[in-house]
């Protein structure tokens, strides 16, 4: 019997590599702005703006095996430069259009369904520039925990906190040749992160075979957190 799982974002770059590993066994509901490179009998799209609609107003199934909350933003400054606002709209994208998504679906979550979150590997790691998206998925981190120990065992909650990844969303900061071979050389496996290494481990998380795996915070870096090599 197939699953039903709920990807808020799923059109582009990380979404949608999970939405096409994951629409080969279960079907998979898409809430996002746009659907162009959505073509799939097992993929359902909801047009759905996370920072202006509630999702439990869409048609989406009254039972969900899993859920995953994808949108996000790069914004890297200096903190002495960066307007106040920013940070404002750095937390509502990643971390309070969340919250409110989850307050609208955790009622709908089967037993034993999953949850999987997205971080950075900047909030283990300082950086420089990094003060507003590293606080934003700190949120996140700290609202998976909880939320992971509040709902046990009936709903696992994991994050996934990669490095760089060669998305539409990082695409200013992979510019050209140059920025991508600096930014390759400082990761211990000498190379920014794919769509397809961080989708593996979420779909990993959302699967029942995996269910003793919850309030955990999984790097997927390229050794950037842990190892240094250079």
């Known amino acids: 019997m197939k699953k039903k799982i709920l990807l808020i974002g799923g059109s582009y770059g990380i979404g949608l590599e999970m939405a096409k590993k994951l629409s080969k066994d279960h079907h998979v509901f898409v ?28 048609v989406i199934p009254e039972k969900l095996d899993g859920f995953v909350y994808c949108p996000g933003s790069i914004n890297l400054k200096p903190f002495k430069t960066m307007g106040i606002d920013t940070i404002q709209n750095d937390m509502e994208i990643n971390f309070f259009a969340l919250v409110k998504a989850v307050k609208s679906i955790i009622n709908r979550m089967n ?6 979150f997205f971080s950075t590997v900047a909030v283990g790691t300082g950086m420089p520039f990094h003060t507003s998206v590293a606080a934003a998925k700190g949120a996140i ?9 509040e709902y046990a065992p009936k709903i696992r909650v994991n994050v996934v906190a990669p490095s760089l990844v060669d998305t539409p969303l990082s695409e200013r900061l992979l510019s050209n040749d140059k920025k991508k071979e600096l930014i390759n050389q400082r990761h211990p496996m000498k190379r920014v992160g794919k769509t397809g290494d961080i989708a593996n481990m979420a779909t990993f998380l959302l699967d029942s075979n995996n269910s003793w795996v919850t309030g955990q915070v999984i790097g997927v870096d390229g050794g950037m957190s842990t190892l240094n090599v250079n």
């Open 31 to 58: 809430a996002s702005r746009s659907s162009e490179l959505l073509s799939n009998p097992n993929i359902t799209h909801i047009p759905f703006d996370a920072l202006k609609e509630d999702i439990s107003e869409k």
């Open 111 to 116: 037993e034993g369904s999953s949850m999987v």
């Open 141 to 149: 981190e700290g609202f998976a925990r909880a939320l992971a120990a």
